[in-house]
């Protein structure tokens, strides 16, 4: 049986192994995709202490190699299902089942879609979430970002690397910060704002938007509207707000005993890689002192 498991290698989860390590419990990381989370799919960090101008899967391999070179034990598989036993938990995984006797939560979230007309459809055949992953792709194609945050505005910078004619889709008003919206405009990255998205269309592969009464050809669209909460394995267990969202006290306790989350899962008002990182020390340390104590 391990003291502690971990579900979930992003930023929080990463940095809740590393002190959960150095409390010296038996700990086991799991995640059914790379280290990292969605990290892996952001072309620029500026804004994470000490790391002024590096992509996300650079800091996310740094923070991995971390919790590698301090030996944290961790496995490559997805978790379909949490029991709560006399003591503690058993976790299935897509492979196995493991014992603990305290979990902390730290899967983040995923992208949003839009939800609208044939955006499954076009999937990988022009409609994308990531311009890290395919932003190369489209080199010299004429674009469209979705979104008015801070990652629309981001990624058609990084976009702006391949292609020269881009335009964003703003659905409502802007809430970048300013000083990217600078960047962009600097950039001849076309904005418009208060679009109205009736549907993508096509034939075998995407070819443009239908939008404001328009339609316009597009070879490739980078849908960037938000995030959500997606976990499954936990529906058993009342700890969630009415988003899907798990609420944790100061400690990142949750209200069942034992389970404990942190990073972009948790409800909380600053979703950022440095709170992720904050929350993830705090839920490795108290996570540890309740294993301590119930052993």
Known sequence: MYDLIIIGMGPAGMSAGIYAKR??????????????????????????LGFSDVTGPELSESMYMHIKNIGVSFKLERVVNVIKTDDGFDVFT?????????II????????KIGIVNEDKYFGKGVSYCAICDGP?????????VGGGNSA???SL???????????LVRGGISADAFLVDKVKEANIKIIENVSIDSFYGDDVFRGIKYN???EDFDGVFIYVGYEADITFLK???????NGYIVANEKMKSKVDGIYACGDIIKKDLYQIATAVGDGAIAGINASKYVKKVK
């Open 23 to 48: 409390s010296g419990v038996n700990v086991l990381m799991l995640d059914g995709e790379l280290p990292g989370g969605l990290l892996n799919k952001i072309s620029i960090v500026d804004n994470y």
């Open 94 to 102: 897509n492979k196995n089942v493991y014992k603990t006797k305290a």
């Open 105 to 112: 939560v730290g899967v983040g979230r995923k992208q949003k």
């Open 137 to 145: 792709l489209y080199r010299n194609k004429k674009l469209a970002v």
């Open 153 to 155: 505005f981001e990624e």
């Open 158 to 168: 990084y976009l702006s690397k391949f292609s020269d004619d881009i335009t964003i």
């Open 213 to 215: 009464d328009n339609v």
């Open 236 to 242: 058993g267990f009342d700890i969630f707000d009415e």
